[in-house]
């Protein structure tokens, strides 16, 4: 952890907040604070802050808590991507947090399994610690929003515009893409706009599918010539967004 996530309900009306299990433990045997001691902290869906260490005991850590008053701004990428199997779903919430995701729509596709929708990775209580956990490794405190899309036709036609309006970038990544990554964020300045990448199913976007996605505005790209798994293809892709971003 580079950073301790403190809940709102855990801090009490003094400002001190009383900490068991996994971070306990961290600060006790990891970072092996004292009292007295400073950790980084942030307050979940807050601002970050820093945490005095009152007391160390067995099992409970106590830190006196100090907030800034400015929130982290919400990382300017949004994924829409096409549910994977629930192994490679359950690795990839950490990841998707840590990388800087500011909302995750899971939706169907011809070539995704029904039954994956069933599966315990999309229960918020277990995908919420695993956001959490990819935030305390990147130093943020905002949970990306997640919304689950059973039918992908309606959600474009309905309701993109409302949870990603069109002055955004709206990309798209498929073998089938003219132009690679790189002239493509260069053509739709990414750097300066919200932007929404979609990535498909292993077994990748059907052709009916990437007419729709390109009808609502979707640039297509290809990422190079390797096929990739869901879970390298969005870390990859995210990265190249950040890094992109970040030299502009």
């Known amino acids: 952890m580079n950073?301790?996530?403190?809940?709102?309900?855990?801090?009490?009306?003094?400002?001190l907040a009383h900490l068991s299990g996994e971070r306990a433990e961290h600060i006790r045997n990891t970072l092996r604070a004292v009292s007295g001691k400073e950790l980084c902290?942030?307050?979940?869906?807050?601002?970050?802050?820093?945490?005095?260490?009152?007391?160390?005991?067995?099992?409970m850590v106590t830190l006196r808590c100090v907030f800034e008053e400015e929130v982290p701004p919400r990382p300017a990428v949004d994924l829409l991507l096409a549910l994977p199997r629930p192994k490679v779903m359950k690795r990839l919430w950490t990841q998707l947090?840590?990388?800087?995701?500011?909302?995750?729509?899971?939706?169907?596709?011809?070539?995704?399994?029904?039954?994956?929708?069933?599966?315990?990775?999309?229960?918020?209580?277990?995908?919420?610690?695993?956001l959490i956990e990819g935030l305390q490794q990147a130093g943020d405190t905002l949970l990306p929003e997640v919304q689950i899309?059973?039918?992908?036709?309606?959600f474009l036609e309905e309701e993109l515009d409302r949870v990603f309006p069109e002055k955004g970038v709206r990309l798209l990544a498929d073998p089938s893409g003219?132009?690679?990554?790189?002239?493509?964020?260069?053509?739709?300045?990414?750097?300066?706009?919200?932007?929404?990448?979609?990535?498909?199913?292993?077994?990748?976007?059907?052709?009916?599918?990437?007419?729709?996605?390109?009808?609502?505005?979707f640039r297509i790209f290809n990422a190079g010539p390797r096929i990739l798994r869901?879970?390298?293809?969005?870390?990859?892709?995210?990265?190249?967004?950040?890094l992109h971003s970040s030299r502009t």
């Open 3 to 15: 950073i301790i996530l403190i809940n709102p309900q855990e801090l009490d009306g003094t400002g």
């Open 149 to 154: 899309v059973k039918q992908l036709k309606p």
């Open 97 to 130: 947090a840590a990388l800087g995701v500011g909302r995750i729509i899971l939706t169907n596709a011809e070539k995704v399994e029904r039954y994956y929708f069933d599966s315990h990775v999309l229960d918020p209580d277990f995908f919420t610690a695993r």
């Open 230 to 242: 869901t879970d390298t293809a969005c870390i990859a892709l995210l990265a190249l967004l950040a």
């Open 178 to 217: 003219v132009q690679n990554v790189f002239q493509v964020f260069d053509k739709t300045n990414v750097s300066s706009k919200r932007t929404l990448l979609a990535i498909g199913p292993e077994g990748g976007w059907t052709p009916y599918e990437l007419e729709l996605f390109a009808a609502h505005g």
């Open 41 to 59: 902290i942030g307050l979940l869906n807050g601002s970050l802050g820093s945490g005095t260490v009152e007391t160390v005991g067995s099992g």
